[in-house]
């Protein structure tokens, strides 16, 4: 495959005509301009140039390198349940991991990064196998919790981690936890949108399978009592700053509860929430979120930071 050659910038290339025709012909399944919102949690933004379901990792991986080497801005996603689309879209490549498959030896398990995790933690309950319970009801794929280090009651997924399938520079590597700098609701991965990760594989323990499902029965209901899940989000929009110290609690105490930018408001029911109402736009979202982080700062010195990624942001 040859590259057009005269083009300085990916932006530019991906408006060259040979960029779409390469890509199109080397890509099954490309789509163009589909509209980000109706994939995301968040349900705003604009269109995805260029997007890709790949089906298996072979199509991934084939669909991240063509892209690359057309000088295409890639952005590999998984559930789009933690991105916030800018209104304008995004440029380049988006290819959803829709690669789907598990592979199960004793109690080590081996999941695709397209694999919907409450749907694997259901399935991993009726086989009596516990680990990842405390992910029962996060949204997303195994992909993004890997990245993101997904967690819920003081669990994350790195805690029962064994290795990451990996594409790096090309490349295609499986390392080790240690390699991955694995922290609070984050990775090495979260400022290496590079890279990509294929599959993961975690070692779980025998569990009876009537206590897992009322365990994941139980976070349900306690979420639906919770969150408001009646609206469009991302989850908890800033990170906590400590365990001690929760950003809903900090929002809440600069009274910012039912603060609103357009369609989009802090939540009465949960102070982290930042949903997005019908109509909505992302500049709504990010106008109402610098406007928590200037009044929180303000009535506490916490400094809040945002734990989803922004796609089409300059
Ligand atoms: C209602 C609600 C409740 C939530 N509750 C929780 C919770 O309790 N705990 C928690 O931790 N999170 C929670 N979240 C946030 C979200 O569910 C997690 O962050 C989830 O792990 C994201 O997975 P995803 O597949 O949707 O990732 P995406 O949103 O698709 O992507 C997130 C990031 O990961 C990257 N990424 C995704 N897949 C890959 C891949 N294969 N290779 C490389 N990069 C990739 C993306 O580029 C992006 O940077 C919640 C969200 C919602 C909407």
């Known amino acids: 495959m040859t590259a057009p050659s005269d083009r300085d910038t990916p932006a530019e290339a991906a408006r060259d005509p040979r960029v779409s025709e ?3 012909r ?9 509209p980000l919102a109706s994939l995301t949690a ?3 933004g604009g269109p995805a140039e260029f997007l890709v379901r790949a089906g298996t990792t072979g199509m991934l991986i084939h669909a991240v390198l063509t892209a690359r080497e057309l000088g295409l801005p890639v952005t590999v996603l998984g559930r789009c349940t933690n991105v916030l689309v800018g209104d304008a879209g995004v440029p380049g490549l988006t290819v959803l991991a829709r690669n789907e498959g598990t592979t199960l030896h004793g109690d080590l398990l081996r999941a695709e990064a397209g694999v919907e995790l409450p749907g694997l933690v259901a399935d991993l309950a009726e086989q009596g196998l516990a680990g990842l319970a405390f992910a029962g009801n996060i949204p997303g794929s195994v992909g993004g919790a890997v990245v ?3 967690g819920a009651y003081g669990e994350s997924v790195s805690d029962c981690l064994v290795d990451v399938h990996l594409l790096e520079e090309g490349k295609e590597h499986v390392v080790e936890p240690d390699r991955l700098d694995f922290g609070y609701r984050t990775s090495l991965l979260k400022s290496r949108p590079d890279i990509v990760v294929l599959s993961a594989a975690f070692r ?3 569990g009876r399978p009537d206590e ?4 994941i029965a139980e976070d349900a209901a306690l979420r639906r ?3 408001p899940l009646e609206y469009a989000s991302c989850g ?3 990170k906590n700053p400590s365990r001690e110290t929760p950003a809903a609690r900090l929002i809440e105490e600069a009274g910012l509860k039912g603060l609103r930018v357009g369609r989009a408001h802090v939540s009465e029911k949960h102070a982290n929430f930042l949903v997005a109402e019908e109509g909505a736009t992302a500049d709504d979202i990010t106008t109402l979120a610098a406007e928590v982080v200037r009044r929180v700062k303000e009535s506490s010195g916490y400094e809040l930071h945002e734990e989803v990624r922004r796609l089409g942001f300059d």
Do not use: D
């Open 225 to 227: 009592s919770k969150h």
């Open 42 to 44: 968040y349900g705003v």
């Open 204 to 206: 779980l323990h025998r």
């Open 26 to 34: 080397e890509v099954p399944g490309l789509e163009e301009g589909v």
């Open 22 to 24: 390469v890509l199109r």
């Open 212 to 215: 897992l499902r009322r365990r």
């Open 148 to 150: 993101g280090n997904a």
């Open 236 to 238: 908890s929009y800033f």
